[in-house]
Each structure stands twice: as C-alpha cells, then as structure tokens.
C-alpha cells in the first residue's frame, strides 16, 4: 500500500490499533484531522504460513512467531507510529454476566463486586485483570458511572458484567508489542473494540455475529454494554474446509473462493450453507432467548469477522431471521479517499476490531 506515502504526510498524532487474531494479524493506522478519524494505512497478515497451515486456518504460535508475522505486517502496511492500542483474544479472557446486590454508594458497589466476582473466577483473583460494566436498566437512571433506583423503583439489585482477563496473557502480548517495538497504553478485549467500530445504536438491544477463523462470537448489546455473549465453535475456517471438500481444491484456493464468489447456490460452495445454518441455528436460538428473558426484541443483526466478508451473506441471513440485517462496515467511520471505498467497505468485517482500537487509541490524542 505504498500509494498512501503520496496521499498522506506523516503527522506526529498518528495511531495504530494491532489485532491479534488466531489465524491473521491486522493493523489500522489513523490520525485525527479536525476531530475527524482519517485512514493513513492498514495491513493484515496470516498467520498460518509462519506455523506450517494454509492461510485462514486458526494457529497456535509461539510469542517469536507471532512477534516475526507482526514485525513483518507493519513494515510491509509501511506503518510509522508506534503509539498503539492492542486486542485481546475473546477466547483468552473470561467474560460473565452476573446479578448483585445494589450498594448506592459506589466504594460499597465496588467491595460488593470484588468479593462476588471470586465466585465465578475459577483461579485467585490476584492472578487476573478484573473489570466490570453495570447494565442499565429501566428502573435505574445512570448519573456518570453511578447508578440508581428510579423514583418510585423497588429493585434492589444490579446486573453486571465481570470481565477478567489472565496476567499471563497480558504478560505474553506485552512481550510481543515489546519486541517490535511499539508502545501501548491499553489492552482491550475484542468483544469492546467490535462494538465501538460496529455498532451504533445507542440504546436497544442489537446482536452481533462475529465470525471468527475458530469459532464465532454471538453477542447481544444493549445501551452499549454486553448484555449477553456465547461462543460457538464453528468458524470461518470450517466454511473454507467444507468449501475445499466440495469443490477438490486446496484449502488455500477454497480460502479465496469463500471471498470472490461466497454463497452460491446450486454449486459446489453451496455446502458452506450446512456451515452457516448451523452457525445461524445457534444465533436464532440465543436471539430467542434473550427475547424471552429480556421481554424486549433484538433490533438488528450486525455480521462481522473474517466470515462476515461472504459473499451474498446478508442476504442468505436475512431468510433465516425476520429482522434488519447488515454487514459491518467500520471503515465508514473514518476518512478515506472516495477511491478506495468499494475496497474498505468490501474487507470492513475482518478490520473491525483494529478499528475499534485505533478509533479508542485516537481519543487519546489531544
């Protein structure tokens, strides 16, 4: 992507938001103009050539590995800051939505959480970055970070979700921003960068599926918090696979034909329909739970990740669910030259999470 040296000057506010992903790194570098986000460069590698797979295909590289493939990505996206913001694999963190009891004093809420959250974490809570996010509800008003009782509520208890993450993991990620020598002042988990960069509804409940190389990630969002989340492990990769059996070609080649030629049907990639009905399946049955629990409809479905990028997807999708149904498109919420936006809006699932975290890194900027 040299073209972007004559389209851009470097400018020293520039940030990177650094996708670690299991089968492909990613890297969006922006800088802020006029409190507006513009795209200076971004970049993706696989991951699976440096560990002996096909290239789509989940992996489980060593820190060397993954630091060679990521020193690789940023020389070849020509990226030229080192002020960054990285993600956390969903599946390396702990994510649980909890009910507790409600403390009107927030140094109390915050005792109060601690002490239930080692319920749930199976290891000391000292060995773990733990967070957490209170769920609003329509008998509480949020003030700030504080929550109360509406008037003339009753309720005496909160919803929160606990979301803790190993020391190890964060250890094993700083080594590798170390090692190629960027600088981050933040960690995110994947599930938070998505939601910034793919969702805009700001209070009723949107699911989104984000369909990962191993496994795809069902998550419901409601005022802007997770209000549920379920993993499946059934995965973009899968696709690839059965796509590879049908047709008789290398993985590697069903790889590119999911991409240019997606769900077609009455041909032989026609089998990556089972995939994704069962994937469907899945996210129906959870869309119908929340509903029932929650007594409130889910809004819209939003399709994000490295499947997300299927052709004819959103339209396959929208016969399996009665609802508005779109493909993610987190480039829309920056600047690019109107050139390339058939490209970024075509490639925009697999980049959300970068996205999100160079749209949070950007906040930084003063």
Request: hydrophobic fraction near 40%; proline fraction near 5%; glycine fraction near 6%.
């Amino acid at each position: 992507m040299s073209f972007f040296d004559s389209l851009f000057k470097k400018k020293e506010k520039s940030v990177l938001g650094v996708d670690i992903g299991s089968s492909s790194l990613k890297v969006v570098q922006l800088r802020k103009d006029h409190d507006q986000a513009v795209l200076e460069t971004y970049g993706e590698m696989a991951l699976g050539p440096y560990g002996g797979s096909e290239v789509g295909q989940a992996t489980n590289l060593s820190v060397e590995q993954i630091t060679e493939t990521l020193r690789d990505l940023l020389r070849e996206s020509k990226v030229t800051t080192r002020n960054c913001g990285v993600s956390i694999p969903y599946a390396r963190s702990l994510l649980i939505m909890v009910k507790l009891p409600y403390r009107k004093d927030p140094k109390e809420q915050k005792t109060v959480i601690e002490l239930e959250a080692r319920k749930y974490i199976p290891i000391p809570v000292s060995e773990v970055q733990l967070d957490w996010f209170i769920l609003p509800k329509p008998e509480q008003e949020q003030v700030g970070n504080i929550l109360t009782p509406a008037v003339g509520s009753s309720r005496e208890t909160i919803e929160a979700l606990l979301v803790a993450v190993h020391n190890d993991e964060l250890l094993l990620l700083q080594n590798i921003v170390a090692n190629v020598g960027l600088a981050s002042t933040f960690y995110e988990i994947e599930i938070f960068s998505t939601i910034r960069a793919v969702v805009d509804e700001p209070v009723r409940p949107v699911m989104v599926l984000d369909i990962g190389a191993a496994s795809t990630k069902i998550y419901i969002i409601e005022h802007g918090v997770v209000a549920l989340s379920h993993a499946l492990s059934t995965g973009s990769q899968d696709i690839t696979r059965a796509i590879s059996i049908a047709s008789n070609v290398p993985i590697q080649q069903a790889e590119i034909l999911k991409k240019q030629r997606g769900l077609q049907s009455g041909g032989s990639l026609g089998s990556s329909e089972a995939v994704f009905s069962r994937i469907f399946s899945e996210a129906r049955r959870v869309l119908i739970q929340f509903e029932t629990a929650h007594k409130k409809p889910v809004t819209a479905i939003v399709l994000t990740g490295g499947g997300g990028v299927t052709k004819q997807l959103s339209d396959y999708a929208k016969h399996i669910f009665s609802i508005d149904v779109h493909v993610a498109n987190p480039f829309k919420k920056v600047q690019a030259p109107a050139f390339m936006r058939p490209i970024l809006e075509e490639i925009g699932p697999e980049f959300a999470v970068a996205v999100g975290l160079a749209l949070r890194k950007l906040d930084e900027v003063r």
